[in-house]
């Protein structure tokens, strides 16, 4: 087997073996990396010496015995989390050459555990955006294509696009991202791998440039559940820097995937049955309860009478808190500066030119709905809703376990598809936006294909902090699926 | 009698409120570990959250929340037990966020008030609408390079406390009162140190002016006034504006002003329209503030004491009413008086403390705090008086001499020969001489010209040097002209 095949807990396997050093594997993603990436454009800044360097260290605390959890293990990071001394662009021309001087809680939690960083994976600009097509960067290119029409380019979803393509194309082991309304599971679920936004609090959010505070939550994609388990591990845990990160000890995710779901109660939610949903999408969701119930879970028809609220809530709440986050970049202290005449002229030629045309739209929706006079009508309104959609949730736990429903309303578009209308390109989060809005974890699980081959994903809801039924469910149905099909552009 | 303005068309009232930012005493700022020290070279006291960096999280300072309660308590208001963190959003370029953190729709601190004492003795409530907790900007330096402006990012973050009065206020008189009162009451507290020249108290004045009797007029806010006289006024200044539109038939229009001091006039910052439209949301980084009863109680039980609590303490113990509120007025006079009356004469310390340490820090330019001559040094005057050891005269001499060098007295004494003369027989001797010199005189008073007493005292006296005991020079003078 090639070094980019491994699973990520097959590679910890392999470097605990001795069968391989975490230089060799590094250098084997890095050569991958150099041969796919001037054509997926998944990374936006490789980092090989310094991927060299960390593996070489990494191998000399192997050899003396002091290996951490993921020790020698490649990971590309989302270009929105901040790295030491390593340039962060949040896919924004705005960020202009910015390095920062600190490290995320996040990825210092990774160094610590003995991952080695290969470069900064691309996304939709500030993580706004479902297909990757709003990256300053260029948009990145799904490894998949369809059968009939394998020439025409998909997009890998977004807003962690570079994180779901790298993983799926073998240019990482593993990769961090950010969900705030599915931008770690659509695009998952887009390119045939796994992916878990867990509960919000678990992972801080110190060091991740900020879209939507009250729904960002960082999580990991990798190509299986378990990989996935292993990774949230050394991500999560409570930071006092992270004033909404949770006190909670963090449990042994991976043991949790293995599980099994007998006895498990699996709500199914009347209102996630769109009306025009496509058929393959219908069978693979009735496939998945099916998969569960031969494994011994029992499923129920839940409802969650507010679903219907959830996309336009979101899309009230999150530009909003976006608009004041983005308030930032302004020129002054850090990252691109347009000169002005005087200050407001340095404000509005800086911020036309820095922001592309999805995150400016947004900031102006943001703007509105937080101003006088249509306050009560959009944000105070998209609150109480948001509290109604919460509730929705916790009375579905009295009579269920966990909730399955699909991860995408369809398989991967076309990156010239869907260019013309936002809002139709904001349909693609229908199903994710409500465990952001109500903070509960949620996993996606490759699970079949579509007429076209092209991969498509099941979503496991759980609680909130959970995270370990979501993992026996997705696990699971991972197992059932058997899914074991590949990308036409891969390492 | 109620402050008017008298009009050309008759009297005006005026109702004053007043919006106080007192920036809290504390190591740290409200949302970041930065320091917060006067005075320090620009953004040296900056950290990633106090610039605005990307992904950089506030996470409160328990040290500043406490700090607020205290003074929510000093002020008799209600604590609230939840309470939360708005952002206020606007674009300028020493507030590097592009939003302040404040306490906007629901405050820490509730309903409370404060007494004031007037010139002529009287007392007033003025009530209390809320405290609320929030960031200070950055500092934008106009004045550095021809083209460009500079920021100091020193005070960005820096925990402010906004008081807000109730429109209580009723003058001039009563606004400087007001502000002095909560100067006062924190810096007992020690939750602000109250240096209005260091920019820690600020105040906003709203101003109206109306018929005696009438319903409230449009208010004008006159930001970032000073100092308690410049408060003073601008209240003023801001009321004759009002009403000399008002009488030539004009309009008030609802506008935001500045105390130009050098001229005693108000002038206009931004009118109505030009206000800002800030978009107050609740910040999704910090989850509601709530505190426990047993923590508030605990912050109340520890509470240092407070000036009105002090002054009736000084009253009880025998001073006068005006002497207890100026020992009370700033809380180092009132240690450096209770150091001096320690274990000694409470009313005696008083009109030391009062008269000629008053009168000798006001001479030579001085405070307590850069005092000429220590507590302790005072109080063992006091002691010398009080075993006879000096004279009140006397004492007022080695007194001076302490004001040159802070020397214990008694060595003042020692060295000067200060000490007074008790002895009977040096004094009956002295007014023997005194009496063989002035036998004419002697003659005289005996025949009935009684108030020549005072010159044999005079005598007797510059004879002994000035240390002759009085009361026993008196009686001895009594007794030898009988």
């Not at chain 2, 439209?277 to 509601?288: A, C, S, T, V």
């Not at chain 2, 240690?335 to 008269?355: H, I, P, Y």
């Amino acid at each position: 087997m090639r070094p980019t095949d491994l699973t990520l807990a097959q590679g910890l396997a392999a470097l605990e073996r001795r069968e391989i050093s975490a230089l060799e594997l590094a250098d084997a993603f890095l050569a991958a990396i150099e041969r796919l990436n001037p054509r997926l454009n998944a990374y936006i800044t490789v980092t090989a010496e310094a991927a060299r360097e960390a593996a070489r260290a990494s191998d000399a605390r192997r050899a003396r015995g002091e290996a951490g959890p993921l020790e020698g293990i490649p990971l590309g990071i989302k270009d929105l989390f901040c790295t030491e001394g390593v340039r962060t662009t949040a896919a924004s021309r705005i960020l202009g050459p910015f390095v920062p001087p600190y490290e995320s809680t996040v990825t210092a939690q990774l160094k610590r555990d003995g991952a080695v960083f290969l470069g900064k994976l691309n996304m939709d600009e500030f993580a706004m955006g479902s297909s990757n097509l709003t990256s300053a960067y260029g948009p990145v290119e799904n490894p998949w294509s369809r059968a009939n029409d394998p020439a025409r380019r998909l997009v890998p979803g977004g807003s962690s696009g570079g994180s779901a393509a790298a993983v799926a194309a073998r240019l990482a082991m593993g990769a961090t991202a950010t969900d705030t309304g599915g931008s770690i599971r659509q695009p998952a679920a887009f390119c045939g791998i796994a992916g878990i936004k867990p509960t919000y609090g678990r992972c801080s959010r110190f060091g991740i440039v900020a879209f939507a505070s009250s729904l960002d939550q960082a999580g990991p994609v990798a190509r299986t559940v378990e990989d996935c388990a292993i990774l949230l591990r050394s991500m999560a845990g409570h930071d006092p820097k992270d004033s909404t990160s949770a006190r909670l000890p963090v449990p042994d995710f991976r043991a949790a995937v293995g599980r099994g779901v007998k006895g498990l109660r699996i709500g199914v939610p009347e209102e996630y049955r769109l009306p025009g949903m496509a058929p393959e999408i219908e069978a693979l969701w009735e496939q998945g309860l099916a998969w569960l119930r031969e494994a011994g879970a029992e499923t129920v028809p839940i409802s969650l009478p507010h679903t219907k609220y959830a996309l336009p809530t979101y899309y009230v709440v999150a530009p909003a808190e976006a608009s004041s986050n983005l308030a930032r970049y302004d020129g002054v202290r850090f990252g691109l500066r347009e000169s002005g005449a005087d200050l407001k002229d340095l404000y509005e030629r800086t911020r036309a030119r820095g922001f592309g045309a999805e995150v400016r739209r947004r900031i102006m929706i943001g703007t509105y709905v937080l101003s006088a006079g249509y306050y009560d009508a959009y944000y105070l309104k998209a609150q109480k809703v948001r509290a109604l959609i919460r509730r929705d949730f916790e009375q579905a736990w009295s009579r269920c376990d966990a909730i399955v429903t699909p991860a995408t309303p369809t398989a991967a578009f076309a990156m010239d598809e869907r260019q013309d209308d936002p809002v139709t390109m904001y349909l693609n989060d229908v199903f994710t936006v409500t465990a952001n809005l109500a903070g509960l974890p949620g996993l996606a699980v490759p699970a079949g294909l579509d007429s076209q081959g092209l991969p498509l994903g099941l979503q496991v809801i759980g609680r909130a902090f959970d995270e370990e039924t979501v993992f026996a469910v997705g696990g699971a149905l991972e197992r059932a699926a058997g899914f074991t099909a590949q990308p036409g552009i891969m390492a | 009698m109620s402050y008017t303005i008298q009009g050309d068309t008759g009297p005006w009232e005026v109702v004053v409120g007043l919006e106080v930012h007192a920036q809290v005493l504390s190591k740290a700022k409200l949302f970041s570990g930065a320091a917060t020290a006067f005075g320090a070279e620009p953004n040296s006291q900056v950290s990633f959250v106090d610039a605005g960096f990307p992904g950089m999280l506030p996470v409160i300072n328990e040290e500043c929340i406490a700090q607020a309660v205290r003074t929510g308590l000093g002020l008799n208001a209600e604590i609230h037990l939840w309470s939360r963190f708005d952002r206020k959003n606007y674009f300028y370029a020493d507030l590097p966020q592009g939003y302040q953190i404040s306490q906007y729709a629901h405050p820490i601190v509730g309903r409370g008030s404060v007494e004031i004492t007037l010139s002529d003795g009287s007392t007033k409530t003025i009530g209390i609408t809320r405290l609320h907790l929030e960031q200070d900007a950055g500092k934008s330096l106009h004045d550095q390079h021809p083209t460009k402006s500079f920021i100091d990012l020193n005070r960005a973050g820096v925990a402010l406390m906004e008081i807000v009065s109730e429109p209580d206020i009723r003058s001039p008189e009563e606004a400087g009162a007001y502000l002095a009162k909560l100067r006062q009451i924190m810096r007992y507290l020690g939750t602000c140190d109250g240096n209005m020249d260091e920019g820690s108290l600020r105040a906003d004045v709203n101003v109206s002016v109306r018929r005696p009797g009438e319903g409230y007029r449009t208010r004008c806010e006159v930001k970032n006034v000073n100092s308690v006289k410049f408060v003073m006024q601008a209240v003023e200044a801001e009321a004759r504006r009002q009403i000399e539109i008002w009488e030539a038939g004009g309009v008030v229009e609802q506008e935001t002003r500045l105390f130009d001091v050098a001229r005693g006039v108000t002038r206009s910052m931004r009118s109505k329209e030009d206000a800002h439209d800030y978009r107050y949301f609740p910040d999704p980084d910090l989850p509601p503030l709530v505190l426990e009863q047993s923590w508030v109680d605990q912050l109340k039980a520890t509470l240092p004491e407070l000036p009105d609590q002090r002054r009736a303490r000084y009253i009880a113990m025998g001073l006068t009413p005006y002497d207890a509120h100026v020992l009370t007025i700033e809380r180092e006079t009132a240690a450096f008086f209770e150091e001096v009356a320690r274990g000694r004469d409470a009313k005696l310390a008083a009109n030391w403390v009062t008269g000629e340490y008053f009168a000798a820090l006001n001479r030579l330019k001085r405070s307590v705090t850069d005092s000429p001559v220590s507590a302790r040094h005072l109080g063992e005057l006091l002691d010398l008086i009080a075993d006879g050891t000096l004279s009140g005269k006397l004492a007022k001499e080695v007194f001076e001499a302490m004001l040159e060098a802070d020397e214990p007295p008694a060595a003042i004494v020692e060295r000067r020969g200060l000490r007074q003369v008790t002895d009977a027989g040096a004094i009956a001797a002295a007014v023997e001489a005194v009496l063989a010199a002035h036998a004419d005189k002697v003659a005289e008073y005996r025949a009935g010209k009684e108030k020549l007493f005072g010159f044999f005292v005079g005598q007797t006296m510059k004879a002994m040097a000035g240390k002759g005991n009085p009361a026993l020079v008196n009686e001895v003078l009594k007794a030898k002209l009988g």
